[in-house]
């Protein structure tokens, strides 16, 4: 099955991984889907605490709360399947992957990395390892690098693992030729910031609803 990817504004592509065991319901394809979002606003600020539902419903989905600084791509969510968050230059995309069978939650990281060499050829997704959801959601999580970016993916299969949740997390890691060297060193402490924020929200996930 393909991979179809959104290019955020800064041009990159942003990848939507799903193992090739995952079936995602890409509502995102249907044609009237393009012509809508071209007419939203591209970026919508969320309030600190924002609380976003990831997922079809009916027992399909996750919660996962933001903090201050994040900003939404109205123009490439669609929060039943995915969301594309930024802050600052850290792009966080959250996306919901239905599974065949529970067998396959046990391979989710290694549909991953291929996935990911699929989506890019420089892209390298490193070991995992546990992480344990704030909420008690358990998963796994690892470096990720692809080009001239870094960051951090993770996945948490449901507790009856017949769906998981995707969090993919990039920002430029180095400087560009001639650019000033004290500048680069600031805009590599705000990415550290920011990716710290993004690991905050990956954090967050419930399979539970929130208290209002």
Not at 5 to 22: F, Y
Not at 37 to 58: C, E, H, I, Q, Y
Not at 142 to 163: C, K, N
Request: hydrophobic share 40%; aromatic share 8%; charged share 20%.
């Amino acid at each position: 099955m393909a991979q179809p990817r959104t290019a955020d504004r800064r041009g990159r592509r942003a990848p939507w991984w799903g193992p090739p065991a995952v079936v995602a319901v890409m509502a995102l394809l249907v044609a009237g889907w393009p012509f809508l979002a071209s007419r939203l606003s591209d970026d919508r600020a969320l309030p600190a605490g924002a609380v976003l539902r990831v997922g079809p419903g009916n027992g399909d989905q996750a919660w996962f709360t933001v903090g201050d600084g994040w900003t939404m791509s109205e123009s490439e969510t669609l929060p039943s399947l995915e969301y594309v968050l930024t802050r600052g230059d850290t792009e966080l995309s959250v996306a919901y992957l239905s599974l065949m069978s529970s067998d396959y939650a046990d391979r989710l990281w290694d549909g991953l990395r291929r996935s990911a060499r699929v989506s890019s050829s420089d892209a390298r997704l490193g070991p995992p390892s546990p992480v344990i959801a704030v909420g008690g959601a358990r998963g796994s999580i690892g470096d990720l690098a692809q080009g001239d970016e870094r960051g951090t993916a993770a996945v948490y299969p449901a507790p009856d693992d017949s769906f998981a949740i995707r969090f993919v997390a990039l920002a430029p890691s180095g400087a560009d030729a001639g650019t000033d060297a004290d500048k680069d060193v600031v805009a590599g402490a705000d990415n550290d910031t920011d990716l710290a924020s993004a690991l905050e929200v990956i954090r967050s996930l419930v399979f539970t609803r929130p208290a209002s």
